[in-house]
């Protein structure tokens, strides 16, 4: 117990400490803005530790970084967004030599990109995009496609009922409100769906992206609406939670109510492989290694596409029992 | 107005309790079988044993923060302790052998509770022991004990698959939810010791001078320790009851904000921020007001965009009308030119 309350009060002066110099100097030698074979400096900023994804994205970027030679500041912003702009600020202040994150949600960077402009520091987002209509504030946007992600959930939906008349009662449970994942996953959706009026979306609410409140909203769908063919999760924690008020309602998920989730994260696909989700849209968090070869392109002046969208596929609850064991996250 | 129902309408409670019948007559209107209750597998089963299950962390930390608010200080890291104790549980839990046996299980509640304990204390010493601001003193460990439950959950969401362990936050016991007896199991024990010995009166004296109460001859410090620590330990059950709900402990995501809502409860529930008095009844309304209405946004369908919105008017309302000085000029206007104010009944009545 005393190694956890040292441990307790490191953290605490860790803390204390990092607010306290945050925004002044830091000494590490990094002034000169990725001059040739200098050690390239990344300040990541990433969303926060909210899902099984977002921590194998983590590692993936500290792993990859570590093994391209890069040195990686890493900040995590609690899902807030202005940690994270406290946090760029700090990195344009500590003057690294590219600057890459993941924004918590879609609006409101302009200034600080804008900041990062002037500095000259190359901004890369990962996994998530700005509304922003200027471009030229960042370099280039590494992430998965979540409209794309949207529609590969629909277009199972359609293939799954293309036989039937009856109508198809449909609830959503959506990420955190305002964020791309949670939109474009929405939008896509809706585009393939609403091709057919036969399926309905009845209730549509935000679980958060968490498990906990997933299985809180899902209760209360599934008292006030008696009839639910399907559920659409944004990712695999809200559905996870989601399965488990659905048991506790007396039914059986996978089979009463049918339930599609984007992510595969390992929880999600061992509950695709139980039989118990029955379609997962991938959402690949392993791109650390694309992330460090588009820093170094990008530090060292060549020119990259503005849109790279990481690899991802989607799995059946066959393909899940077989891809299992040898999944990284 | 007949005297009676003036003691009525101006009984401390008479507002908390509208507002709660006010919420659910609007899903009586706007929601289909909001009302109905049924037993399903052997329990009771319908949105409001939902508010109840749902509500009953929120209804403990509460509890302890009302305490901690009558010395006339605050615990902000309440939420850290949900997250700690959460984590700790799940991670003993995941690495039993048998995860559903039930000594393991209780060992690892057991830990979690202890250290709770232990949060507290801590706590309670920066603010008794060396004279910290109560806001100070406990923001050190709401940012820092994040940081202590992710380190414990290695940053990863630590599933559990225990039936014993699930039993706190998920499970029924004569079906009722068994979140919601401890919950009247904690607050019996806390209406007792407060209410029917001098505890209470300790605190209250505390929260109104602690200085003249040390010269009254109470341990002051004593008893600010005491309400950290129980407090917190009101957290930790709390963070069980949440980790257990979904089997799963989140480091970064359980019990987050838990804090806020927690005061906002206190608060609704009539105990004033200045300490002195308090309500445990009242708390316990204004923590199931504040269920009700997060359930109520999802049963209604409150569209997610405008769900802050939503929660904010509701709340102002709610603040609005337990203020005897906006009571006074907007409903008493013309009544009201002489005789005392409103507000000087309201300061003697303490009661449980």
Redesign the interface.
């Known amino acids: 117990?005393f190694k956890?309350?040292s441990?307790?009060l490191i953290?605490?002066a860790?803390?204390?400490a990092m607010a306290g110099c945050s925004g002044g100097s830091d000494d590490t030698a990094n002034s000169g803005g990725g001059s040739g074979d200098k050690k390239i400096v990344m300040g990541f900023a990433q969303v926060?530790?909210?899902?099984?994804w977002r921590?194998a994205n983590?590692k993936s970027i500290q792993e990859s970084a570590k093994e391209a030679g890069i040195t990686l500041k890493f900040s995590d912003a609690?899902?807030k967004q202005e940690n994270q702009i406290k946090a760029i600020r700090s990195y344009i202040q500590q003057k690294v030599d590219v600057i890459a994150f993941s924004p918590v949600v879609e609006s409101g960077w302009d200034t600080v990109l804008q900041e990062a402009k002037a500095a000259k520091i190359p901004v890369v987002l990962t996994d998530r995009a700005v509304d922003s209509k200027d471009t030229s504030l960042y370099r280039t946007f590494l992430g998965s496609d979540f409209v794309e992600e949207g529609k590969k959930a629909g277009q199972w939906l359609v293939d799954q009922y293309k036989d039937s008349k009856d109508p198809v009662n449909i609830v959503q449970l959506?990420g955190t409100?305002?964020s791309a994942p949670a939109n474009d996953r929405k939008s896509g959706f809706e585009q393939v769906i609403s091709a057919d009026p036969k399926f309905k979306v009845i209730?549509?609410?935000?679980g958060?992206f968490?498990?906990?409140e997933g299985?809180?909203?899902m209760?209360?769908?599934l008292?006030?609406n008696?009839k639910i063919d399907v559920l659409w999760a944004h990712n695999d924690?809200m559905g996870?939670?989601a399965i488990?008020a659905i048991e506790?309602?007396?039914k059986v998920p996978g089979k009463d109510i049918k339930i599609i989730t984007a992510d595969a994260t390992h929880?999600g696909m061992q509950a695709l492989a139980d039989g118990k989700i029955n379609f997962i849209v991938e959402c690949n968090p392993l791109m650390g290694p694309q992330l460090m070869d588009l820093a170094k392109k990008v530090v060292a002046g060549e020119t990259v596409p503005q849109r790279v969208v990481t690899d991802e596929t989607t799995f059946t609850q066959e393909q899940a029992k077989e891809v299992l064991p040898s999944r990284k996250y | 107005m007949t005297p009676n129902l003036t003691a009525f309408l101006r009984h401390r409670l008479f507002w908390p309790v509208a507002i709660l019948v006010g919420l659910l007559l609007l899903n009586l209107i706007f929601?289909?079988?909001?009302f109905?209750i049924e037993i399903?597998?052997g329990h009771l089963?319908?949105?409001l044993i939902?508010i109840f299950r749902?509500g009953a962390p929120l209804m403990l930390v509460a509890m302890g923060m009302t305490l901690v608010i009558a010395t006339s200080g605050i615990d902000l890291s309440v939420g850290s302790v949900v997250a700690i104790s959460g984590a700790l549980a799940c991670l003993q839990i995941s690495e039993l052998g048998d995860q559903n046996s039930t000594g393991g299980v209780l060992r690892a509640v057991g830990v979690a509770l202890?250290?709770s304990l232990?949060?507290g204390a801590?706590n309670g010493l920066l603010v008794a022991g060396i004279g910290i601001q109560p806001i100070i003193a406990t923001l050190?460990?709401m940012?820092?004990?994040?940081?202590?439950a992710?380190?414990i959950t290695g940053?990863?969401?630590i599933?559990v698959n225990s039936t014993s362990y699930k039993l706190i936050g998920?499970g029924y016991w004569l079906t009722l939810p068994f979140g919601i007896i401890i919950v009247a199991v904690v607050l019996l024990l806390t209406a007792l010791l407060t209410r029917r010995l001098a505890l209470g009166l300790l605190i209250e004296s505390v929260g109104g001078n602690a200085e003249a109460s040390r010269l009254a001859g109470i341990g002051s410090r004593a008893v600010l320790m005491t309400v950290y620590t129980f407090c917190a330990l009101c957290a930790g059950i709390a963070g069980l009851m949440?980790s257990s709900?979904?089997?799963?402990a989140?480091?970064?995501?359980?019990g987050l904000w838990i804090e806020l809502d927690a005061i906002l409860a206190v608060v609704i529930g009539g105990t004033s921020l200045a300490g002195g008095r308090f309500s445990l009844s009242g708390t316990m309304l204004g923590a199931l007001i504040i269920q009700t209405l997060?359930?109520t946004?999802?049963?209604?369908?409150v569209p997610?965009?405008t769900?802050l919105l939503f929660k904010a008017l509701v709340v102002t309302i709610v603040c609005l009308l337990q203020s005897p000085a906006f009571r006074a000029k907007v409903f008493h206007r013309r009544r009201r030119p002489t005789g005392a104010p409103p507000v000087a009944e309201e300061k003697v009545s303490v009661t449980a």
């Open positions: 117990m956890r309350i441990a307790l953290t605490g860790t803390v204390l926060g530790a909210e899902s099984g921590t983590t609690q899902q959506e409100t305002g209730a549509s609410q935000s958060n968490t498990r906990a299985k809180q909203v209760e209360a769908f008292k006030s008696p924690d996870l939670g488990e506790g309602a007396g929880d | 929601t289909d079988n909001f109905h399903k597998d089963y319908g949105s939902d749902f202890v250290l232990i949060l801590w050190i460990l940012v820092a004990g994040r940081g202590l992710q380190l940053g990863q969401i599933t998920g949440i709900n979904v089997s799963s989140d480091g970064n995501n359980a997060t359930t946004i999802y049963s209604i369908g997610p965009q769900t």
